[in-house]
Nanobody
Framework: QVQLVESGGGLVQPGGSLRLSCSAS????????MGWYRQAPGKQRVLVAT???????DYADSVKGRFAISRDNAKNTVYLQMNNLKPEDTAVYYC??????????WGKGTLVTVSS
């Protein structure tokens, strides 16, 4: 079992920055890929960024150049640095962990609101 807990969400003005954190516990040593997804009101959950245990990253086109995903394997934590935030970035952000064997775990999410 793996538990994922997100933190760092909140209200920010357009152009501002936030850093999200996702801490993994339990059998976190077996996590391969970690990622951030988001779900805006009335929309489906979509990929934001992923990072493998080896540090390879992937981003949605909408966040390239503004968001950066990183990972501290010693702390079992993945981060999402979000810069130049836009109102369309408003969503609940979820952390996802995929084990080496393919099992997927999700956190409960953290709300990010970008508004003036």
């Amino acid at each position: 079992q793996v538990q994922l807990v997100e933190s760092g969400g909140g209200l920010v003005q357009p152009g501002g920055s936030l850093r999200l954190s996702c801490s993994a516990s339990g059998s976190s040593f077996s996590i391969n890929t970690m990622g951030w997804y988001r779900q805006a009101p009335g929309k489906q959950r979509v990929l934001v960024a992923t990072i493998t245990s080896g540090g390879n990253t992937d981003y949605a086109d909408s966040v390239k150049g503004r968001f950066a995903i990183s990972r501290d394997n010693a702390k079992n934590t993945v981060y999402l640095q979000m810069n130049n935030l836009k109102p369309e970035d408003t969503a609940v952000y979820y952390c996802k962990g995929t084990l080496i064997v393919g099992v997927v775990y999700w956190g409960k999410g953290t709300l990010v609101t970008v508004s003036s």
